[in-house]
């Protein structure tokens, strides 16, 4: 039952004010904080969501609906007499919030408690027994597509196909690669490895065990939950039945949130991860506090967490949503860490904090040289639309873009490629400044709040940083400040947007975060802290009018891409805002941009077609969708067995698709290559980013592009 994140998200810089609606809340109205916190969240959304909720039948059945879907999403808990039980509750959850009630909430929470008691007793009796693999059974994996069951033998027995499906698969692997190392010994004159091979019955054995151990892992996370992270939840299937967007966020989600916006925080810089009842270290963030200090290491065990000097707490057991805020701090103050090694042997270590940097999270360039062709290109990878709201000195990504174009017009490069794909949005101001590198003057992009006459932002800089060839790469996960970028671009006729999918994800709205805590009354902040909630303010609209909620951004030319045939998008969220337009505004475009394109398009469009890696990667994303849909599976061992050789020789023969380009060279730029100097570190991670620039099929075809539009 953890909460739902969204991960596609933008942000507004704009600052509004929030109001109470001229009530006064007196101390007797709220006793409890689940009643103080809903209550401000309601009236939160219904002040400044752009499109409120009337609090009705309605609203009700949409926010039961998605609760339980959340909760049991495989019909693997609940009993029919369950649903029934809580069908009679489908449209009072909005009087619910009127009369502070909970009742369905606990009932649901109740019934959990109770079939997860149920189900815990289920997997520990099936998974202490062998399986039987010679039977012909079959298991329905798709949720919508089952029904829930009516008794407990009913459960139990869809819980025995599920974890025989989980045995399975794990057999099947370990049987195939005993196999592949057998037919690899048969062919050396000396085998590389002398291992045994295992017996059937042995496998299945350690893989049951291993399954086990997961569930008991799973089932320590589900015990571990509190009741308030469980209403936090609840909570925000009210936010997400306004539209998938908006959110509520507890305090430290929202702490995690900005870490991601802002790509630092201040800490040790050690990547952790809860396992087995320990916090383990998975990972060293270079040149971060722990790696100076040099003395803490990958697959340490945290056992306690001190303040300085301070008596220091015992976090065995602890979840790691507790333990993160005792090792996070203020930079300069001390963590004591006290860490189990993998020796055995117990030690303490003194970390003083920093501000680490997530330097991976940043825009980066390379250099693309073509060996056929005379050309060189710029590649600029952006990931996200970053930005650190709470230091007006720190990195945004429009100053970082404008950087690496500098740098890239000092290389002499003869066109710049912008890789969005994947991108999921971030800080509107920065992307209205970073268009406007490419654009001399105009609007950039509509928005506009509820019940107001939209409001167009301009390129504030009337010069143009870079004139030349640009591309804008995107596909059917670049979204919301993505987007924008991409349609002022198309509509301002300055650069061509190549796709990798039908269209881009269709997020048109904009969010912005409210504190909860500062809305509260002082009277009743004894109540504890609440969080904060992110609310859908705007919709963003092109300036030609259209809007890519929904439909998204229809990209220039169209390459084959893994997504092409699947359903993916905006449309596919629960309960999407709909499409709409406005007036266009006015602004000027190179009306011989159109020419550009078709000549581009048209080469394009030829190369492709004889393509054989662009082929295979049609031919996948249809093999992809063909699997995506497929929800029924054998549990008889040598149907599956069969069933897996078919897959994995099918994936073998896409491997082309990612062996590496021989026809590009990627290359660092001269003043990167100077300040990494002989750093080992970042000269591996330049690296590894390199290999996988070479085994990008779409970059060789964007430098031909380039090629073609200088030609």
Request: glycine share 6%.
């Amino acid at each position: 039952m953890k909460i739902k994140l969204a991960v596609l998200v933008i942000l507004s810089s704009l600052f509004i004010a929030f109001k109470w609606q001229g009530q006064t809340y007196k101390l007797s109205d709220f006793d409890d904080k689940e009643s103080l916190l809903m209550e401000v969240v309601y009236q939160s959304l219904q002040y400044n969501h752009y499109a409120p909720e009337n609090l009705d039948d309605k609203f009700s059945a949409k926010v039961f609906d998605l609760y339980i879907k959340r909760l049991d999403v495989g019909k693997r808990f609940f009993l029919k007499e369950d649903m029934e039980a809580f069908l009679s509750y489908r449209n009072q959850l909005d009087d619910e919030i009127q009369n502070k009630s909970f009742a369905f909430f606990n009932l649901v929470s109740e019934r959990f408690e109770k079939r997860y008691s149920k189900v815990k007793s289920i997997y520990e009796e099936i998974l202490s027994q062998p399986f039987e693999f010679d039977t012909e059974e079959q298991i329905e994996t798709d949720g919508e597509k089952m029904d829930y069951v009516s008794t407990d033998p009913e459960l139990k027995e869809r819980w025995r196909l599920y974890l025989k499906w989980q045995v399975l698969s794990r057999v099947e692997e370990i049987v195939s690669q005993q196999e592949k190392r057998s037919k690899k010994d048969a062919k050396d004159t000396i085998a590389e490895e002398n291992i045994e091979p295992k017996s059937m019955i042995q496998i299945e054995k350690e893989e049951r065990e291993k399954v086990l151990k997961n569930f008991r892992n799973w089932s320590k996370s589900i015990e571990k939950e509190t009741r308030s992270e469980k209403m936090a939840a609840y909570v925000n299937t009210f936010t997400n039945a306004y539209e998938p967007h908006s959110g509520y966020f507890p305090p430290l989600e929202k702490e995690n949130f900005n870490i991601r916006m802002s790509g630092k925080l201040e800490g040790i810089g050690a990547q952790l991860r809860e396992e087995d009842g320990y916090i383990k270290v998975v990972n060293i963030v270079p040149g971060s506090a722990s790696y100076r200090q040099g003395e803490l290491e990958v697959n340490d065990k945290i056992i306690k967490v001190g303040q300085g000097k301070e008596e220091p707490v015992d976090v065995v057991d602890m979840r790691i949503d507790d333990v993160l805020p005792l090792i996070r701090g203020k930079k300069d103050t001390e963590v004591r860490l006290t860490v189990k090694k993998t020796s055995g042997a117990i030690k303490v270590i003194p970390i003083l904090r920093d501000v680490v940097v997530l330097e991976e999270s940043y825009a980066k360039s390379a250099i693309l040289e073509h060996s056929k062709l005379n050309v060189r290109v710029g590649l600029i990878d952006l990931r996200s639309f970053y930005a650190d709201f709470d230091d007006p000195n720190g990195r945004r990504c429009a100053k970082d873009i404008k950087k690496e174009v500098e740098k890239l017009i000092k290389e002499k490069v003869d066109g710049i490629v912008i890789d969005l794909r994947f991108n999921g949005g971030g800080s509107l101001t920065d992307v209205v400044d970073m268009t406007g590198l490419f654009v001399d003057k105009g609007p950039i992009v509509q928005v506009k709040n509820r019940n107001a006459k939209p409001y167009v932002y301009e390129d504030r800089d009337p010069s143009t940083l870079y004139s030349g060839p640009l591309i804008i790469m995107v596909n059917a996960y670049s979204a919301s400040a993505s987007e924008i970028m991409a349609a002022a671009l198309q509509d301002h006729g300055r650069a061509i947007i190549v796709g990798t999918s039908p269209a881009t994800f269709g997020k048109g709205t904009v969010q912005r975060f409210f504190s909860l805590d500062a809305i509260v009354p002082d009277h009743l902040k004894y109540l504890g802290e609440l969080g904060s909630i992110k609310i859908t303010i705007q919709k963003f609209y092109r300036i030609n009018g259209g809007s890519t909620q929904m439909k998204g951004v229809i990209p220039d030319i169209i390459l084959p891409g893994a997504y092409s045939y699947m359903k993916v998008g905006e449309q596919e969220e629960d309960y999407p805002m709909a499409w709409s337009e406005i007036e266009p505004v006015a602004y000027s475009k190179n009306d011989q941009f159109a020419k550009i394109v078709d000549k581009v398009k048209k080469k394009s469009a030829k190369r492709v077609a004889h393509s054989k890696v662009f082929q295979l990667i049609d031919e996948n994303a249809k093999w992809i969708k063909k699997r995506q849909d497929e929800s029924t599976f054998s549990l008889q061992f040598d149907q599956y067995i069969k069933n897996q050789k078919q897959i994995d020789a099918e994936m073998e023969g896409f491997k082309e698709i990612t062996k590496e380009n021989e026809i590009l060279s990627i290359k660092s730029l001269k003043i990167d290559s100077d300040q990494i100097g002989s750093d080992t570190l970042k000269l591996n991670v330049m690296k590894n980013w390199h290999k996988s620039l070479k085994q990008d099929a779409y970059l060789e075809e964007v430098t031909e592009m380039i090629y073609d539009w200088k030609k």
